[in-house]
C-alpha cells in the first residue's frame, strides 16, 4: 500500500483522457480530500480530487508518479546574486502569508478576496500576486520557487535543453496534439532529411512529408534476415513549424559562407606547409545503413575514412565503406584525394566551386594509425607516387564536430553489426542508403573546410582550414603533388579475379567489355577454346559499384584499360570507334608488386 501512498509535492502524470502533469499542494489531515495544481494550465487555479481516487489511478496504471521533479528550483545562497535574493524574499513576505491558510487559499472565492487585501496593503497588482502563487505552486512549494527567470533569459544563440515529461516552446492551441520536443538526436533526423531530400525544386513541406514517411514510420528489423519491416507512421511526431524553424536555426539550408581570405599579418602557429603530410583516420557512425538494389535490408554501420592536411586541417579526401577498418579501404581514402570535387559533388546532388574544395594532390608523408597500417606497408604508395608512410601515428578525427551534427561516432574499432539485434530501430536507422550516407559526408566536409574547428557557426578557434590552405599553398609554398585521378584511383585500386566468357569479363554477377577485349577478340576466343581467368581493379564498395572496373596492361606498367557494363549477349559484337586513352606515368617495370603478379598470371 505504501507504494501508492501519495504525499505533498507528489507530481502525477496522466496519458488518458487528457496528457498531462498535476501536483498534489496540499492533502487533509484526515487524508480524504486533495487539492492539485494542473503544471500546464494557465492560471492559477486548483482542483479538489478525493485522495482514495488518485492512489487507486496509481494502482491501476491510470497514473505515473514522476521520480524527479524538473520544475524543482535548487540555487546556491553563495553564487545567487544579492538582488535576485531581495526579488525573492519580497515575494516570498507575500506567498508566505497567503499560503498559511490552508485550505482556504486552494478555494477560489477565498483567494480572491486574500488577494485583494494584500493587493492593498502592499501595493502590488493582482497579477503579481497571482504570478508568484503560480510560480510558488508549480517550482515546488519552496522559497526558491521565486527567484526571478533571469537565468532563462538571454544567452542568444544557445539550444535550450528539454527534460522528458515537458513540452517546450509555444503551447499548442486547444484541441491540438501536444507535440514532441526536439532533443539534438531529432535536430540530426532534420538535417539529415534536408540533406537527402534537397534537389534542385526544394520544397521544405515536401521535405517535412518525405521525412515523416521514411523517418518515423514503424520500423523493425527480422534478426534471421536483417529485412527491415515497415509499419504505420508514429503517433509523436514533430509539427511543420518545428521543422521549419530548426532549418532556419540551424542554417541547414544555407551553404556554409566562404572564409574571408587571410590578412597579411595573420599570425599561423602551425610550422611547415600544404601537403608536407596527410594523416587518415577512421571512425565508424553509429546508424545502421541499408543496402543497395531493393532497401529493403540492413548492410551494417558504415565505416568513414578521412584524409586530412597536418599544416591546415582541411579535409582532403574520403571514402565509406561498410567493412571492418582495414589499410586497403585507406588508400581508397588517399585515392580519393586526387579525385575532381566539384565533380564528385555533383554525382551526390551537391554544386560547389573549385575554390570551396581545391584539394587535388597527395602529399610527401601519410601517417597512419597502427590499427589501419597494413598491406605491403605503403610500398606501392612509395614506389608509384613518392609518398612515404609512416605508421603507428594516432590520429584525431577531423571533421568529427561536423559529423555529429548528423549522426553519432563510435570508435572506428566498434563492431559493423550488434551481435543481438534489437527489433526496435534508431531515428537514422533502417532510412538511409550509402549513397544517400556519402552526401551527408561530404556535406560535413564541406561545413568543416569552409567555418573550422568550431561550433559549426563559424566562429571557431583561429581561421578555418580553407584559408590556412590557400595561405600556405600562397605564402609558403606547397609540398603537394598532382596526378591525373584516374591513375591514382587505378594503381589504388584492390585487385579482383574476373572470368572471361563469350558474353563479356564476368565480375561479380555483372557483364564488362572494354577495347581491348573486342580488339583482340577475346569473347570469340572464350566461345571456341574457353573461358580464362584475368585480374581487374576494382572497388567494389566504391561510390558507383558498376563502373570504375579497370583492366591492367601487363604489356605496360601503370597502363589501364577501362572498362564498362554491357547486358547480356552483347558484348562480343559492340564496337569500339574511339581509341584507347592510356594512363601512363614513367616508373620503370617492376615497380609495382601487383603488377608483376598479374604479368604472371596473366593468361590471354
Not at 487524508?31 to 478525493?50: I, Q, S, Y
Not at 606501392?380 to 613518392?386: E, K, P, T
Request: net charge positive.
Amino acid at each position: 500500500m505504501l507504494l501508492h501512498t501519495l504525499l505533498r509535492n507528489d507530481l502525477l502524470q496522466y496519458g488518458t483522457p487528457r496528457r498531462r502533469t498535476v501536483r498534489v499542494l496540499w492533502i487533509d489531515p484526515a487524508r480524504t480530500l486533495a487539492w492539485l495544481f494542473d503544471m500546464d494550465g494557465k492560471g492559477c487555479d486548483v482542483e479538489p480530487a478525493r485522495l482514495a481516487d488518485l492512489e487507486a489511478d496509481l494502482a491501476a496504471g491510470r497514473a505515473r508518479r514522476l521520480a524527479d521533479d524538473p520544475w524543482l528550483v535548487v540555487a546556491d545562497q553563495e553564487t545567487t546574486k544579492p538582488s535576485h535574493i531581495a526579488l525573492r524574499e519580497r515575494a516570498w513576505t507575500i506567498v508566505a502569508a497567503l499560503t498559511a491558510d490552508e485550505p482556504g487559499i486552494y478555494e477560489s472565492r477565498r483567494r480572491g478576496q486574500m488577494i485583494a487585501e494584500y493587493t492593498a496593503r502592499h501595493g502590488v497588482s493582482h497579477p503579481t500576486i497571482y504570478r508568484y502563487l503560480r510560480r510558488y505552486w508549480q517550482r515546488g512549494q519552496t522559497p526558491n520557487a521565486l527567484l526571478p527567470d533571469y537565468s532563462n533569459s538571454g544567452a542568444r544563440g544557445k539550444t535550450r535543453s528539454s527534460t522528458a515529461g515537458i513540452k517546450r516552446g509555444r503551447p499548442r492551441r486547444e484541441g491540438a496534439p501536444q507535440g514532441i520536443n526536439v532533443d539534438e538526436p531529432m535536430r540530426r533526423v532534420f538535417r539529415v532529411a534536408a540533406a537527402t531530400y534537397t534537389g534542385l525544386r526544394f520544397s521544405r513541406r515536401g521535405a517535412y512529408e518525405a521525412m515523416l514517411r521514411e523517418f518515423f514510420c514503424e520500423r523493425r528489423v527480422m534478426p534471421e534476415t536483417l529485412q527491415v519491416v515497415r509499419g504505420a507512421g508514429s503517433d509523436e511526431v514533430p509539427s511543420f513549424g518545428q521543422f521549419s524553424y530548426w532549418l532556419d536555426q540551424g542554417r541547414i539550408l544555407r551553404p556554409a559562407p566562404r572564409p574571408l581570405p587571410l590578412a597579411p599579418h595573420a599570425q599561423v602557429e602551425a610550422e611547415g606547409r600544404p601537403g608536407a603530410a596527410f594523416q587518415v583516420a577512421a571512425v565508424r557512425a553509429d546508424v545502421q545503413l541499408l543496402g543497395g538494389g531493393e532497401r529493403r535490408r540492413l548492410a551494417g554501420r558504415p565505416v568513414i575514412y578521412l584524409v586530412s592536411d597536418m599544416f591546415s586541417g582541411m579535409v582532403t579526401g574520403f571514402h565509406v565503406s561498410l567493412e571492418a577498418p582495414a589499410w586497403r579501404h585507406a588508400l581508397m581514402a588517399l585515392a580519393n584525394c586526387a579525385a575532381d570535387k566539384p565533380r564528385q559533388a555533383l554525382r551526390h546532388g551537391r554544386v560547389i566551386a573549385t575554390q570551396d574544395w581545391p584539394c587535388r594532390h597527395l602529399p610527401e608523408r601519410l601517417l597512419v594509425p597502427g590499427a589501419l597500417a597494413g598491406g605491403d606497408g605503403g610500398r606501392a604508395l612509395q614506389d608509384n607516387f613518392g609518398v612515404r608512410c609512416v605508421t603507428g601515428i594516432p590520429a584525431e578525427v577531423p571533421a568529427r564536430a561536423a559529423l555529429e551534427r548528423r549522426f553519432a561516432l563510435l570508435r572506428a574499432d566498434a563492431p559493423a553489426m550488434a551481435p543481438a539485434l534489437s527489433s526496435e530501430l534508431g531515428p537514422l536507422d533502417g532510412a538511409l542508403d550509402l549513397q544517400q550516407f556519402r552526401r551527408l559526408v561530404i556535406d560535413a566536409i564541406l561545413e568543416h573546410n569552409l567555418q573550422g574547428i568550431g561550433n559549426g557557426s563559424g566562429n571557431g578557434v583561429g581561421p578555418a582550414p580553407l584559408q590556412l590552405w590557400d595561405w600556405g599553398v600562397r605564402e609558403r609554398g606547397a609540398a603537394l603533388k598532382q596526378y591525373a585521378e584516374d591513375l591514382v584511383h587505378c594503381a589504388l585500386l584492390p585487385l579482383h579475379d574476373a572470368l572471361v566468357t563469350e558474353e563479356g569479363i564476368s565480375l561479380g554477377g555483372q557483364l564488362y567489355t572494354c577495347a581491348k577485349a573486342v580488339e583482340e577478340r577475346w569473347f570469340e576466343r572464350a566461345r571456341q577454346r574457353g573461358r580464362w581467368v584475368v585480374r581487374v581493379a576494382h572497388d567494389e564498395h566504391g561510390e558507383s559499384p558498376g563502373d570504375g572496373v579497370y583492366l591492367p596492361d601487363p604489356a605496360a606498367p601503370m597502363r589501364f584499360h577501362p572498362c564498362q557494363p554491357v547486358q547480356r549477349g552483347i558484348a562480343a559484337a559492340q564496337p569500339f570507334t574511339r581509341p584507347e586513352t592510356p594512363l601512363r606515368r614513367a616508373p620503370a617495370a617492376g615497380q609495382h608488386p601487383s603488377f608483376e603478379r598479374i604479368v604472371a598470371g596473366f593468361v590471354g
